[in-house]
């Protein structure tokens, strides 16, 4: 997968918004395949219109590899995007993102329907209260 930073420029390049949603659902299908054990409530993103799932594995460094799926092409591009942006980072480096600021020149906030800004903030959040639980050590 890409990183975040390439994504962003690829993203910059695109100027038709037909052809920026093809390419959220390139990212999406590109992601690893999400483990069908982890398919259940405690992986559930809550506050998503579509089914979305998101799990984290800590490595041996205290990064989180970040895991994510959505029955939704477009959600799963979005998933796709917020794993570029915080898989390999510890808790704290995740915590220190502002995903406002990041996800910016995106302009994703004028071109999502309410529904789906709204799954993407929940996302958000979610990613957010593991790194914290997993900086709590719980």
């Known amino acids: ?10 993203f910059e390049f695109i ?3 037909d052809e920026r949603y093809k390419y959220l659902i390139d990212l999406g299908r590109d992601l690893a395949p999400y483990p069908e054990n982890q398919r259940d409530a405690a992986h ?5 219109a ?8 800590r490595s041996d460094d205290n990064a ?5 799926d959505s029955d939704a092409h477009i959600v799963k591009g979005l998933i796709a995007l917020l794993i570029a942006l915080y898989s390999g980072k510890t808790p704290e480096e995740i915590l220190a ?6 996800l910016a020149p995106f302009d994703l906030k004028d071109h999502l329907t309410p529904q789906r800004s709204n799954g993407l903030h929940s ?16």
């Not at 989180?64 to 994510?68: A, M, R, S, V």
């Not at 993102?97 to 990041?102: L, M, S, T």
Request: glycine share 6%.
């Open 1 to 10: 997968m890409a990183n975040f930073h390439d994504i962003r420029a690829d």
């Open 15 to 17: 100027d038709d918004w």
């Open 44 to 48: 559930k993103v809550r506050g998503c």
């Open 50 to 57: 579509s089914q979305v799932w998101v799990h984290t594995e």
């Open 64 to 68: 989180l590899k970040i895991y994510g």
């Open 97 to 102: 993102v502002d995903p406002e600021a990041a």
């Open 123 to 138: 996302m958000v959040n979610r990613i957010r209260a593991i790194a914290e639980a997993e900086q709590a050590g719980c």
